[in-house]
């Protein structure tokens, strides 16, 4: 999904190239169409996190039928703890994310638009477009 990457460089453009390692205070604002973009993106991540989550209870389900069978018990009993891991992981990565789209959503408007020549009103839509909550 890359969303560290995807995030390390929303980040990053708060702050010029000419100042290198050193972030102290920002000297730019990232533009309208880029948090979009990252919203976009984050809505993606979500989808891909839920559909994860449906599939993990699916596992879960598959390996406690293995687990009542008692012929490998201790395999099931090593995924069904794995599977355990990896949904509260993914469900504390899901808040997260909900929350960073949360603060973009309500911040979106306040970022400056780029200087490229894109219509007001396509941005005004795509704004629009974006769901309030995940």
Do not use: H
């Not at 990457?5 to 702050?15: C, K, N, P, T, V």
């Not at 533009?31 to 809505?43: A, G, K, Y």
């Amino acid at each position: 999904m890359g969303i560290n990457e995807l995030m390390s460089g929303f980040i990053e453009a708060f702050y010029s190239k000419k100042i290198g390692k050193i972030r102290s205070t920002w000297d730019q604002v990232p533009s309208q169409e880029m948090v979009i973009f990252v919203m976009n993106r984050l809505i993606g991540v979500v989808l891909l996190m839920n559909k994860a989550l449906q599939i993990f209870n699916d596992a879960f389900n598959t390996f406690s039928a293995l687990l009542r069978q008692t012929e490998f018990m201790s395999f099931a009993l090593a995924c069904l703890a794995i599977l355990a891991r990896f949904n509260i992981l993914t469900r504390v990565m899901l808040e997260e994310i909900k929350k960073c789209y949360g603060l973009l959503r309500n911040w979106v408007e306040y970022f400056p638009r780029s200087s490229q020549t894109i219509p007001e009103t396509d941005l005004d839509n795509e704004i629009n477009k974006l769901p309030e909550f995940l």
